[in-house]
């Protein structure tokens, strides 16, 4: 085993990839009820990720039944991936059910920035204190009301702009932002956390980042800190992402490998592999 991430890089804690450690251990114990309203792509892939990590998913969508789940589940995620008009009701209904119960509720900003209607929609609901804000560089600068060059990892947006509009956000609603990217940064505006690993092939197989959204839900709902839940959704997909890229060359076997390496990721090979700071 390295010695690397024993404690050297925090700002607060003591040791960082301890937090992340508990984080699954607790999530493993717990396996949240994880209620995700998201795009029309990724529902496979989202619900399969939570069950290797040990979460539990369900996937409610009809506007009463969704606003009713918040006195069951444990945490809410809202993706704006193929937003459309009944979907924007439902979640207009299921964020302040959320927020009345005490539970989290985390956003993924799918292409704000990009296109008019859910920009105003992202920029509507975030009044309603998410717990945390994850999405790529071009989307936390987009969501921010900043302008961004493009999309997603191509875009050239660098992680410096977009960990000053992550900034700005978490002053603005209280919640924490993820950025992710080559390497992932976490803030709750006072804290800054980094992850440095993952692998380019992540990018290639569409619903790892939205997948990695309805984590931080899972995530947020048995971390009391966001910054710890945040730090602990970008190590667990990235060092999973990282060892199934090593055994798996193509986007196929590798969404099979991604899958098979969330379900055996545990403390001892975070503790090998998670380049944290
Ligand atoms: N160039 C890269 N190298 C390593 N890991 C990456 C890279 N780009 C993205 N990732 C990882 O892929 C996952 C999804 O992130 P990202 O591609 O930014 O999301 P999205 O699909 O929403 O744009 C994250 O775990 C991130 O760390
Ligand atoms: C292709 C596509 N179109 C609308 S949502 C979506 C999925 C995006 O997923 P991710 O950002 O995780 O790659
Ligand atoms: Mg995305």
């Given amino acids: 085993m390295t010695t690397a991430n024993t404690g050297a890089a925090s700002n607060n804690s003591p040791s960082p990839i301890e937090d992340v450690v508990l984080a699954l251990e607790r999530l493993r114990a717990r396996c949240p009820l994880t209620h995700c309203m998201t795009n029309e792509v990724v ?4 619900a399969n990720v939570l069950l290797a990590v ?7 969508e009809h506007a009463e039944e969704a606003q009713e789940f918040a006195t069951m589940a444990d945490a809410l ?12 009701e439902a979640m207009r209904r299921a964020i302040p059910a959320y927020q009345r119960a005490g539970k989290p509720w985390v ?30 560089a071009s989307e936390i600068i987009g969501l921010c009301g900043r302008a961004s060059r493009g999309r997603g990892a191509d875009s050239g947006d660098s992680a410096e702009e977009a960990l000053d509009a992550a900034g700005e956000l978490t002053a603005r609603t209280g919640a924490v932002v993820l950025v992710t990217g080559a390497v992932d940064y976490a803030t709750d505006g006072a804290r800054v956390r980094s992850c440095a690993n993952g692998h380019a092939l992540m990018t290639r197989v569409t619903g790892v980042g939205c997948a990695q959204g309805a984590l931080a839900a899972a995530f947020a709902a048995v971390c009391e ?12 997909m990235a060092v999973a992402g990282e060892i199934a890229a090593a055994r798996a060359a193509h986007p196929g076997s590798f969404r099979v490998a991604l899958l098979d390496e969330l379900s055996r990721i545990d403390g001892e090979i975070l503790r090998q592999r998670a380049r944290i700071a």
């Fill in 43 to 46: 529902k496979d892939i989202t």
């Fill in 54 to 60: 040990g979460a539990s998913p369900a996937m409610v």
């Fill in 77 to 88: 995620l809202v993706n704006l991936g193929t937003l459309d008009d009944v979907q924007m």
């Fill in 107 to 136: 956003l993924d900003p799918v292409a704000v920035g990009a296109l008019g209607v859910r920009t105003r929609f992202a920029r509507e609901i975030i009044a309603h204190r998410p717990a945390l804000i994850r999405g790529n």
């Fill in 225 to 236: 800190d966001r910054l710890e839940a945040a730090l602990a959704t970008a190590a667990v």
